[in-house]
Structure formats: C-alpha cells, structure tokens
C-alpha cells in the first residue's frame, strides 16, 4: 500500500483505493507504573506496535526513562492516519535494562493497552489502565496518549541550546544539566516537545543540536508560549530544578544567521527569598536553522519539472539472457520480464515528464571495454549524456545493451540512489524548487548492500526525489519491504528515521495481470 507522505496524493493499489487522511503524532506518559527493581524505581520504555495481517509489528520505541514510575516520554510517534480503516495500535510498556536494551521477557513487561488510531484522533486524549497478561491489571498503573493530527505545513526547525553559569545543586561535584522544552496548548496544559541529553558536571553546558517538527514545537504559530526548565539531573528520578523562562517561535528566530538570543533562567522562589537575586544562569540559542519539507504535490502544482531515472538490476542472480527461464530473457517474439515491467510503470510516468527523456542506469554488471563490475552505468554507454528518448528510447537501448555486458554482482543499489541524490541536491542549492527527480529502480529482489542503501535513502528523504521500486520475477522480497517501510520507520543503521516516507515497492507479479 502506498504511503502518502504530508498531502500526496496516495498511489491506488487495485485492491483497495485508501486516501490517508492525515499523519498523527502521538505523545505518551504513564502514572503509577509497577516497580520491578528492587533497590531503584523501573526504568520505563514504550513499544508502539500496529497490526498488519493478524501479526502485531512494531512501529517505532520510546527512550528510556531512568528511575521513574509517572514518565512523560520524550518520543513523538508519527503515524499514517487511514479515515476509513481500523488500525488497531498496542502500546506495551517495559522496564529496560541497560545496555541489553528492552526486554520483551515477563518479569520486565509492566503493562500493555490495545486502542485504535481512529479512538486516539476521536477523543484527542486517551486514559486507560495497563493490563498484564491474562487481563490482570498492572496495579493502578495508566497509560496517556494524546494525538495531534499534523497540518500541512510540516517544516521542521533545528536548535542548538547552551547555558552559562547555571546554579551549582550538587555537594560535591557540579550539577548536571538538561533542558526540557514545552508547548503550552489553549486548554493551558503543557505538552513536552523535546528533553536534551544530560551534560554530566558542568555549570556552562553545550547541549547537542536537535531537529523538531513546527507542529510539535509550536503548532505553527509563532506566537505560542513555551516553557523551557532546566534540571540537575538525578539517577534516582529526582531531578533538581534549576531554572526556567518562557518564549515563543517567533522570538527564537531573532537567532538566526550570525545573532544569538538568551535568557535568564529563573527560579520563582529565589526570585521572592532573595533580595540580589539576578538568574540562575543565563541559557543562549547559538543557533536556529528552519527547513520547510515539500511535498510530491506542492513541486507539481507549482509547475516542477519531473525527472525520470530508470536503474536496471544486470545482476547474476537474473539467470543467463540466453535462458528461456532467465528474466533477461532475449525472446525475438515477446518481451522479458523486465521489458513488460519497464513499459507498463514507465508508461506512465511518462505522463509527468516534461521533455520525455529518460536517464537509463544499469548495476551489478561487467561492462566492455574492460569488464569491470558497474554499480551505476549507462546503458547507452553514453557516461555524458545517458538520456534516452521515451520508454521506447530505454527499451532499445536495453536491448541493444544486454548482448554487449556479462551479468555478475552483487546487487548494489546505493551507488544508484546517491547518484540521483547527488543531482536532486545540487537543484535544491538553487532553491528554485523547479526538478522533482524519481528513481525507478527494476530488480529480481535481493539486495547485498542494505546497509548503504538505508543509508542512502534516510539521506535522500531530505530531498526534492522519490524513489519507486518494481520487484521482477518471483524471489523473495523481504528486502524491498523493509525499504518501502509501511510497517514501520525506515531507519538508517545508526538509528536515524527518514525525514519522509520516499520509497514505494510494488512486486510486478501481482500487478502484472491487472489490466
């Protein structure tokens, strides 16, 4: 199924046309949480699980809280919002264990809560008790969730936070701060937007940049209040309160460029007990950068140009061309498997493409003149012009080409996906917003470098470009399920999630008999 990223218009599958309403963010916190350690408090975490197909898959998890039974967790999860499908979600919660990451084992599992997306975004908080196994209550342990559904405007802003001379908490060392973030909504409630890392012993901290959605932070409007505290951190699940002082979006945009904005961070009861009393510290935006995220329908409606680049996958595992079961097949009478899928996806592609011209990549291949192995080449062998004209310009000059390379390996796709993405960057430079590119990647399946290829496609989802994936012949498609991520957020290997869901994987076979 197509996901629709923030106003695209989803692809119809011939099953079942779904229009995605909306994405939702969703922001959790427990109370009186069960306490599975003995000399400490648990130290919670929450795995967000959606069902597909009867099987419960998880979505994407929390951080892990230190010492706490009532945490507000930090995590915003983000997910499709189908109006016309019950998409049922589990929250489970877990006391983690240090560096052995989240247990899943019995003695760990605190509790877990069953709900639909559709009750969530109805009733905008949700409030239910935690269930053990068997339907036990977890003690009067609770589990909050609250849903905003993210407007159109979906840029994101990325802050750089320090602090200078901040009050000293800590006997025998200095304190160790963090800064927590938030929004204060209409009802004046207060909602967390983001909790910086501890920066351990030090008075004048640096906290690490961080990136945030406009909606989380301010809802889009400039003028919202937000409150932002400072803590010395405590292990044991009580923080020190240092300091706090509110602002808004629109006052924290004076730090862009070379300026910076501080304030002083205040504590109310210093400020009444003591009569000299000027801060607790001052804290300094360094830095405030705003990037706005476009949409596939925000680049066409405002006249882009798309571009088109076909890669095909010239890999061993394809079966020798002069191989009736070989999906290169040459077959005088008919067209091969790839030949049928490049014709009936690039046909209609074709409709968007301005100067019907087709960049045509090959990969996984030896190529003349030397036989080298290829993860990127032209299948015209044209390196400076590898545009061919139309889908009927790709198909000769496929044809023409298979007889000339020697099949071979391995299957890498990254190569491919940082070439377009190397030129999609360079027309974002211009910021004329005038090239959206599209990658239509033909392969038998199995990719050898998913590592890079992650990698490659979290990097590309910053960028003006989509990527399209046909799965040829009947091989397993694990691979290409993973990449596409409608079962959860595609993450680079260091953990990192794509900014937009950019990579839609259509197996041909299912497809191929529909007229």
């Known amino acids: 199924?197509?996901?629709?990223?923030?106003?695209?218009?989803?692809?119809?599958?011939?099953?079942?046309?779904?229009?995605?309403?909306?994405?939702?963010?969703?922001?959790?916190?427990?109370?009186?949480?069960?306490?599975?350690?003995?000399?400490?408090?648990?130290?919670?975490?929450?795995?967000?699980?959606?069902?597909?197909?009867?099987?419960?898959?998880?979505?994407?998890?929390?951080?892990?809280?230190?010492?706490?039974?009532?945490?507000?967790?930090?995590?915003?999860?983000?997910?499709?919002?189908?109006?016309?499908e019950v998409q049922k979600l589990r929250f489970e919660v877990y006391d983690s264990h240090g560096h052995a990451g989240v247990g899943t084992h019995d003695d760990d599992f605190l509790g877990g809560m069953e709900c639909t997306v559709g009750q969530i975004v109805a009733q905008k908080r949700v409030t239910k008790p935690l269930f053990l196994k068997y339907g036990k209550f977890a003690g009067k342990s609770t589990i909050t969730v609250i849903s905003e559904e993210i407007s159109g405007n979906n840029g994101y802003v990325e802050l750089a936070f320090r602090a200078k001379k901040l009050d000293d908490k800590d006997l025998f060392s200095k304190s160790d701060p963090f800064l927590e973030i938030y929004r204060i909504d209409d009802d004046r409630s207060e909602q967390l937007v983001y909790r910086t890392e501890v920066v351990k012993n030090n008075l004048s901290p640096i906290w690490e940049p961080f990136k945030v959605s406009l909606n989380s932070l301010c809802s889009c409007e400039e003028k919202r209040k937000l409150r932002c505290v400072v803590w010395d951190y405590d292990s044991r699940g009580k923080h020190d309160f240092i300091g706090e002082f509110f602002t808004t979006f629109e006052e924290m945009q004076k730090a862009m460029g070379e300026n910076k904005v501080q304030w002083d961070c205040m504590n109310p009861k210093y400020k009444i007990k003591k009569r000299n009393y000027k801060n607790s510290g001052v804290v300094v935006l360094l830095d405030l950068k705003i990037h706005r995220v476009y949409s596939f329908l925000d680049y066409i409606m405002g006249g882009c140009q798309i571009h088109f680049t076909v890669a095909i996958d010239f890999t061993a595992s394809n079966g020798d061309p002069r191989n009736s079961c070989s999906l290169h097949y040459i077959n005088p009478y008919q067209p091969n498997e790839y030949l049928k899928a490049l014709v009936a996806v690039g046909e209609i592609c074709q409709d968007y493409d301005s100067d019907k011209k087709f960049s045509a990549l090959g990969f996984g291949a030896r190529i003349p003149p030397k036989y080298e192995v290829s993860h990127d080449f032209a299948i015209n062998f044209n390196p400076d012009n590898d545009e061919c004209e139309g889908i009927q310009g790709?198909?000769?000059?496929?044809?023409?080409?298979?007889?000339?390379?020697?099949?071979?390996?391995?299957?890498?796709?990254?190569?491919?996906?940082?070439?377009?993405?190397?030129?999609?960057?360079?027309?974002?430079?211009?910021?004329?917003?005038?090239?959206?590119?599209?990658?239509?990647?033909?392969?038998?399946?199995?990719?050898?470098?998913?590592?890079?290829?992650?990698?490659?496609?979290?990097?590309?989802?910053?960028?003006?470009?989509?990527?399209?994936?046909?799965?040829?012949?009947?091989?397993?498609?694990?691979d290409m399920q993973i990449l596409d991520g409608d079962d959860g957020i595609l993450r680079s290997p260091k953990g990192e999630p794509v900014l937009r869901d950019i990579v839609q994987f259509v197996p041909f076979r299912e497809f191929k008999n529909v007229s």
């Open 1 to 84: 199924r197509a996901t629709a990223t923030m106003g695209e218009a989803p692809e119809p599958s011939p099953q079942a046309p779904l229009a995605v309403l909306s994405k939702v963010e969703l922001r959790v916190s427990c109370k009186h949480l069960l306490d599975r350690d003995t000399l400490n408090k648990s130290d919670p975490c929450v795995l967000l699980l959606m069902q597909s197909q009867g099987q419960w898959m998880e979505v994407d998890r929390s951080e892990v809280i230190k010492s706490n039974l009532n945490p507000v967790f930090a995590k915003i999860f983000t997910v499709d919002y189908y109006f016309e």
């Open 394 to 478: 790709v198909v000769e000059s496929y044809q023409s080409c298979l007889p000339k390379i020697q099949l071979y390996g391995p299957t890498n796709v990254a190569p491919i996906i940082s070439k377009v993405a190397r030129v999609a960057a360079d027309e974002e430079r211009t910021k004329e917003a005038s090239q959206y590119f599209i990658l239509l990647i033909l392969t038998d399946g199995v990719v050898t470098d998913m590592a890079d290829t992650r990698e490659a496609i979290v990097r590309a989802s910053y960028l003006p470009m989509s990527i399209i994936i046909v799965g040829v012949g009947n091989a397993d498609f694990t």
